[in-house]
């Protein structure tokens, strides 16, 4: 049996935990086709540093979720101008990754749209050399999760200022981005059709090619679906903790206060050394400082209880707060 899910959930966190409820409790012998979308999400792979791959001052600002997938391979921006596919199947194969298996169907599809989309590289999908859909897989036994992205009407300047690459010095274990130029895939269709309806026109040639049977949730699966997502794809722990352990070197030279520069090893998302240096004034002692840090999540809650009611100025003179929980987390 070839399942068809569709997700009518915005959510990253839900999206992410049905796609791996599915892969976890599907009937042996059974393959599932999902289409889904999230808003306003980068989406990183399971063996990449959250930190290196995100613009977090520019996803804080405009409240971009972070979530971390189940699969590998690099991160990636999700709005509503993007449409996510997977397939999950059995698989007598499941040492080597073999990403052309799962694009052509889709190349295939986008051909009735007069698109004229090319499998390149690893795993990539290209129109005219510009990228316009990145893919994934995780393996597990006799079965296979691969999705993707495919970009019709996606805001091209958010994604890329969203994944643009941090001026701050970053040395970790975590697999990198590999970043390309990209392109939408609505220019070149034909006819002016929305994201809805090129969402509906690769639903019909999937039903077509695998004869899919429309699969919906019940009640007990969502339940289960939103405990996954709540007690793993939510979490700090998952999105950021997760990541290797990495040191990081930041300088950043504040108004009426000097250049600070900031030394931080972390480890599963807990600072485990930091060290403060610049031409900044303050009377405090940092040791003192990096005791109340050590030991601490880089999160802005663990750091805020933390620090207490300690005034920040009598280390840096004429720094806020606020100005120093941004410096460490941003």
């Known amino acids: 049996m070839f399942h068809y899910v569709e997700s009518h959930s915005t959510d990253p966190y839900r999206n992410l935990a049905a796609e791996q409820y599915i892969f976890d409790n599907m009937p042996k012998g059974d393959n599932c086709f999902m289409l889904w979308q999230n808003d306003n999400t980068i989406v990183i792979g399971k ?185 793993k794809y939510r979490t700090w722990e998952w999105n950021y903790g997760y990541s290797p352990k990495y040191s990081i070197e930041k300088e950043r030279r504040i108004e009426g206060c000097g250049e600070i520069q900031v030394f931080m090893n972390v480890e599963a998302g807990v600072i485990k050394a930091v060290e403060f240096h610049g031409d900044y004034f303050g009377n405090g002692d940092q040791a003192e400082l990096a005791g109340m840090l050590t030991g601490t999540k880089l999160e802005r809650s663990a750091l805020e209880e933390s620090l207490g009611a300690a005034d920040i100025g009598l280390w840096f003179h004429g720094l806020t707060r606020e100005q120093f929980l941004s410096i460490l987390l941003l």
């Open 47 to 231: 063996n990449q540093n959250t930190v290196r791959e995100i613009n977090a001052g520019y996803a804080e600002e405009h409240g971009i979720r972070i979530a971390r997938r189940l699969s590998g391979g690099g991160a990636v921006y999700h709005d509503l101008g993007n449409v996510n596919y997977t397939f999950i199947v059995e698989s007598d194969d499941t040492e080597s990754f073999d990403f052309a298996r799962f694009c052509r169907p889709v190349a295939a599809a986008l051909k009735e749209i007069g698109v004229h989309a090319e499998i390149s590289g690893r795993n990539d999908m290209t129109i005219d050399g510009k990228k316009f859909s990145g893919n994934s897989q995780y393996k597990r036994g006799d079965r296979i999760m691969h999705h993707g992205t495919l970009m019709f009407d996606s805001d091209l300047d958010i994604c890329g200022q969203a994944l643009k690459v941090s001026r701050d010095k970053i040395e970790s274990k975590g697999v990198d981005s590999v970043r390309s130029r990209v392109t939408n895939i609505r220019p070149y269709a034909g006819g002016n059709i929305s994201t809805d309806e090129f969402k509906a026109l690769i639903r019909g040639y999937m039903f077509r090619e695998f004869s899919l049977r429309e699969y919906i949730m019940s009640e007990a699966e969502e339940a289960e679906i939103a405990k996954l997502a709540d007690e």
